[in-house]
């Protein structure tokens, strides 16, 4: 079964300090691993999509990485505006492109 | 930028009755899904749909649920009959193929 692991739960950090959300994995065969950003009352807005180890996306303030096991989104200088829950998805081969979830970062940034 | 449109926003029915959410998506996306969230959990995958036919169910989508597409443009999702624990955000989600799938904002289903 796949499963998806996302620390810490909830992450919280003041303007312009700069982190990084972690999801780890495991699925049989990875097609691609999302990641998704969530706001209140809203459904997930894609982020970015990465498929093999190695691989880097950026966007912003945003950077993803992906491992073999594990992706991280970087945040460099955050601003209030970045607040969201972040939420990381993997889609496995052989599937018919289901997408299995983790929980969540809930990133709260202070002005 | 297109996107994914869900009816209603909101939903209260009473617990046995029948409901349908509606969604639309984007217009040349061929695969569609749909997704719940119960209030607190992760976003859990329910049903896939390409050419006119499941292609993928979960455990959660057993016989009270169906779906279908019933013409070009609306993609439906039906409870036959609802339960307390159907109480949920549903998510309709299309992408045209194993690329990022598109999500709409939900309909909130309330059972009472």
């Known amino acids: 079964e796949d499963q998806v692991t996302q620390s810490p739960e909830a992450l919280r950090l003041q303007e312009g300090e700069s982190s990084s959300l972690n999801c780890s994995y495991t699925?049989?065969?990875?097609?691609?691993l999302f990641w998704y950003r969530q706001d209140p009352g809203k459904g997930p807005e894609f982020l970015f999509t990465?498929?093999?180890a190695g691989e880097e996306k950026e966007k912003e303030r945003l950077k993803a990485t992906l491992t073999k096991k594990e992706s991280f989104l970087h945040i460099t200088a955050p601003k209030p505006e970045d607040s969201a829950t972040y939420l990381c998805?993997?889609?496995?081969?052989?599937?018919?492109?289901?997408?299995?979830f983790g929980k969540g970062t809930l990133l709260t940034v202070n002005p | 930028e297109p996107e994914v449109t869900q009816t209603p926003s909101h939903q209260v029915t009473q617990m046995g009755q029948e409901v349908i959410l509606r969604c639309v998506p984007i217009?040349?996306?061929?695969?569609f899904y749909w997704y719940r969230q119960i209030l607190g959990q992760k976003v859990e995958f329910l049903v896939s749909?390409?050419?006119?036919?499941?292609?993928?169910k979960s455990e959660i989508f057993d016989d009270q649920f169906s779906v279908e597409r019933p013409d070009g443009s609306n993609f439906t999702l039906k409870i036959r009959s609802t339960k307390l624990e159907d109480s949920a955000m549903y998510f309709c989600?299309?992408?045209?193929?194993?690329?990022?799938?598109?999500f709409g904002d939900g309909t909130r289903l309330s059972i009472l």
């Open positions: 989600a299309s992408s045209e193929a194993a690329g990022p799938q598109h």
């Open positions: 699925v049989s065969g990875l097609r691609g």
């Open positions: 990465l498929y093999s």
């Open positions: 998805a993997v889609q496995a081969a052989g599937s018919n492109y289901k997408l299995t």
């Open positions: 217009s040349n996306h061929l695969y």
């Open positions: 749909f390409y050419n006119n036919e499941i292609s993928e």
